[in-house]
């Protein structure tokens, strides 16, 4: 997804700086608010297509459902705090029944950015 993303960003505006590491979603949506600010939201369905695309390949890890379980039982509250968007997550959730077992679901769609950004938090 970051690969197609950046390559939709470059064709638009130029190459991006090489580094020694990938561009992350997130980066590549700052970097097209501040410079393609009519293409945010292209690239954010571009990411809402490809994550539909991927639910059908998801799997559970596996002991996934056993330490959700495990923690309940120990009296853990349990959330999950994804990048993914809520109709995402849903569907992939709802894939392996895991929905029940969260106390607490938060999508990049109640975020102001997204993790691992500092300022992500509501």
């Not at 945010?40 to 959700?68: K, M």
Request: a negative charge; proline letters at 7%.
């Amino acid at each position: 997804m970051a690969l197609d993303m950046r390559a939709l960003i470059e064709r638009a505006a130029g190459p991006l700086p090489e580094r020694g590491e990938r561009y992350r979603i997130g980066e590549l949506i700052t970097h097209c608010r501040a410079e393609l600010p009519t293409q945010e939201a292209d690239r954010w369905a571009s990411a809402l297509d490809h994550e539909r695309r991927a639910v059908p390949d998801a799997w559970l890890e596996p002991g996934a459902l056993e330490a959700l379980t495990g923690a309940r039982a120990a009296g853990f509250a349990i959330a999950l705090w994804t990048n993914n968007a809520r109709e995402v997550a849903t569907l992939a959730l709802g894939r392996f029944d895991l929905a029940p077992h969260f106390d607490l679901i938060v999508t990049r769609d109640e975020m102001r950015a997204m993790k691992p950004d500092p300022t992500a938090g509501g």
